[in-house]
């Protein structure tokens, strides 16, 4: 049986970067990948936008930095314009604060460009599953990041100041998972940590995105910071 990171259906993907080579370079190479369908290239926030209301792909993979409209930018309008699309920041750039605004921003995944191109292909599967991607060295940054308030970006949600009231749609064993989470623990470690079966947390987690209105685990992170939770 299939698992969301295999082959199937092809994932329709447009690929953002303003430097040509690196841009040419890692369409062609997922051109190759099973699974993986390039539609389009953009050299920049704006021809990102008209590229994905023409082509309607199912993953952006954006740069960070780009001349006018910049990656965290994009990713923003790109939620607003064409919220079928998930966004992956594709990057040379591991730093922190990055990684915080561009999650706010609505970006779904955050992956370094030394990634092998097999790797990459079977990230762009799994976050069209809907599971967020995150280089493991990334995870660290991010850890960073939730300990400190990030900015807003356009097109983002303001976090919202500490506000127990908003939390008390939980339960106190969802509150529980929730900071476990935040705190970058797997399934396995939260099962463990809370003397639960993988089972178990799994219908937590889901009751917890559902009941928050969120789309991740990654987001529930967030949400946790945002929300004094930690």
Do not use: W
């Not at 023409?54 to 930018?73: N, S």
């Not at 030394?114 to 599967?125: D, G, I, Q, T, W």
């Amino acid at each position: 049986m299939s698992g969301p990171g295999d082959p199937g259906t092809p994932v329709r993907v447009l690929v953002v970067d303003d430097q040509e080579l690196v841009r040419e370079g890692i369409a062609s190479l997922l051109g190759i990948q099973p699974g993986v369908t390039v539609v389009a290239t953009a050299c920049d926030g704006r021809q990102a936008v008209e590229a994905a209301v023409t082509h309607r792909p199912d993953v952006a993979l954006v740069d960070i930095r780009m001349p006018g409209t910049d990656g965290i930018e994009t990713a923003a309008v790109l939620a607003a314009r064409v919220p079928t699309c998930r966004t992956v920041m594709l990057t040379t750039f591991d730093d922190q604060d990055y990684v915080a605004r561009a999650l706010r921003a609505g970006a779904v995944g955050y992956l370094l460009k030394n990634l092998p191109s097999a790797e990459l292909a079977r990230s762009v599967r799994l976050v069209h599953a809907g599971v967020a991607q995150l280089d493991t060295s990334v995870m660290a940054r991010l850890a960073a990041a939730l300990a400190v308030p990030g900015p807003t970006v356009p097109g983002s949600a303001a976090p919202a100041p500490s506000a127990p009231g908003q939390a008390e749609v939980l339960t106190g064993r969802e509150v529980d998972v929730l900071r476990l989470i935040a705190g970058g623990a797997t399934n396995r470690e939260i099962a463990t940590r809370l003397h639960l079966s993988e089972g178990t947390v799994k219908n937590h987690i889901s009751r917890i995105l559902g009941r928050l209105g969120l789309r991740d685990r990654t987001r529930a992170a967030l949400y946790a910071r945002d929300h004094g939770l930690l």
